[in-house]
């Protein structure tokens, strides 16, 4: 819901400093508008420090990650996105009313704790994702969920150099989990893993594998227990 739902992660790393980000309509950008996911990419490219070289990104923030790879090729030296699709969502018409009706309850704290505790989220940081709804601008929410659901490959990612690792949980929906084989193969140094037994906000369910998984994806060591590599001729 905002940058400070990486925070837990980044408790794992504290020697490592991070930039948590608020993309708009969110957290501390709620009253920035959201205009696309292109733009959005485009913004935050302009606004992190030169000193950020690792990017890392779930859900929304993976779609935005992915573009901003797209349009800066050379900018970051690692990547690790999570729970995205390469396009044709199936449902599309569906998702988008869906994304409409369900925007308005989004920033409601009932709701909104009742979200996270169905995402399995951890106890203690159900109380950040609360106060991160809350600061949701609910057209923003569908404004971006609907950009999710039109989603497709951008432009450009065959030049990117990034070394790029493309997660999900093995309990992610069939389309992200089929795709990931498809983003890998449009990226020239890109792999792919599954946390097992997790969900699509497994980053937010098992916080310390997520950050050992980072960590361990920079500094070139084996992954954590529990994340595995997908066989691609397995997932075709």
């Avoid at 998984?213 to 500094?219: N, P, R």
């Amino acid at each position: 819901m905002s940058g400070s739902s990486f925070a837990p992660v980044a408790a794992h790393l504290p020697d490592i400093p991070s930039v948590l980000v608020d993309l708009p309509g969110h957290g501390g950008s709620r009253d920035i508008p959201w205009s696309s996911i292109a733009d959005t990419a485009s913004s935050v490219l302009a606004t992190l420090p030169e000193t950020v070289t690792t990017l890392a990104g779930v859900s929304l923030g993976a779609y935005v990650g992915l573009t901003m790879l797209a349009l800066a090729p050379d900018r970051f030296q690692h990547a690790l996105l999570s729970g995205l699709h390469p396009g044709d969502m199936p449902n599309p018409r569906l998702m988008r009313v869906m994304s409409y009706a369900m925007a308005p309850l989004v920033p409601r704290p009932f709701f909104a704790a009742r979200n996270a505790r169905a995402m399995g989220l951890q106890p203690e940081d159900i109380d950040t994702y609360v106060a991160g709804a809350r600061q949701t601008r609910p057209l923003a929410f569908a404004h971006a969920t609907c950009d999710v659901v039109d989603f497709s490959l951008p432009e450009g990612l065959e030049r990117v150099s990034t070394r790029v690792l493309i997660a999900a949980g093995t309990k992610e929906h069939g389309t992200i989990l089929e795709g990931q084989s498809k983003i890998c193969a449009a990226l020239p140094n890109a792999r792919a893993c599954r946390a097992s037994g997790l969900g699509h906000a497994w980053p937010a369910q098992d916080t310390a594998r997520f950050a050992a998984l980072l960590h361990a994806h920079v500094e070139g060591r084996d992954w954590p227990a529990g994340v595995e590599p997908v066989s691609f001729a397995a997932s075709a």
